[in-house]
């Protein structure tokens, strides 16, 4: 039987997500501490998420609570960018 693949794993996606965290507040006008607060997470907790390069842990819980806030899907979240 073949499988096919689906998906490749970006080791990296970690990464990605604080970028893309941070891509998206900063256009939505955001600083770090209005995020938290809307999220009802830490001002610390965000600014490690933005800052650690992806080496700090988060549930799909949290990013679904950072998301709805900044009005994007989790898709949006694990979405590299495409650079020119």
Do not use: H
Request: with cysteine; charged share 30%; aromatic share 10%.
């Amino acid at each position: 039987m073949i499988k096919e693949k689906f998906y490749e794993f970006n080791p990296n996606i970690k990464k990605v997500i604080a970028e893309n965290i941070r891509y998206y507040r900063k256009l939505r006008g955001m600083t770090q501490e209005q995020l938290a607060l809307c999220t009802d997470l830490s001002y610390d907790f965000i600014r490690r998420i933005e800052t650690s390069g992806g080496k700090s842990g988060f549930s799909i819980v949290t990013l679904y609570k950072i998301a709805t806030v900044l009005e994007i899907t989790l898709d949006d979240l694990i979405k590299e960018k495409m650079t020119n």
